[in-house]
């Protein structure tokens, strides 16, 4: 067994008997080209949309929906006939609010300004998931 002066002096002189090697010349652009090559295969890039199809799906269904009930549901809608404001007469406050009233170009219209906004929005996420 060898204690630890003999073993020093095997590991000094193994040491000197070594050679040193030297990498390549071209040793560090081999690596990072290798290293680059293996990144570039490794991005995985997995695409899950915020909606779904069915998602966008129910979306139009609503909005055709709405459209419909819009367009049937007579010329006008007010949006405040169904509040009661009869509590406030018991404080005597008194507060006119006037009767909006939508007619049905306008209902139309905002409909249809929804249909284009959803279309854009699905025409900018398909360009850009292109990219």
């Known amino acids: 067994m060898m204690n630890d002066k003999e073993l020093n002096e095997f590991t000094k002189s193994v040491i000197k008997e070594a050679d040193?090697?030297?990498p390549s010349a071209n040793f560090l652009q081999n690596v990072m080209s290798q290293i680059k090559a293996e990144s570039v295969q490794n991005i995985e890039v997995?695409?899950?949309p915020l909606i779904s199809?069915?998602?966008w799906?129910?979306?139009a269904l609503i909005i055709v929906l709405g459209f419909f009930a819009a367009l049937y549901s007579g010329s006008s809608t007010s949006i405040f006939?169904?509040?009661d404001l009869s509590y406030f007469n018991n404080i005597n406050f008194n507060i006119d609010f006037p009767d909006f009233k939508f007619s049905k170009i306008f209902t139309f219209s905002v409909m249809v300004l929804a249909a284009m906004v959803l279309v854009?929005?699905?025409g900018i996420r398909h360009f850009y998931s292109k990219e």
């Open 20 to 22: 040193l090697e030297t």
């Open 81 to 83: 006939s169904d509040i």
């Open 53 to 55: 199809k069915i998602g």
């Open 57 to 59: 799906v129910f979306i």
């Open 120 to 122: 854009q929005v699905y």
């Open 46 to 48: 997995v695409y899950k």
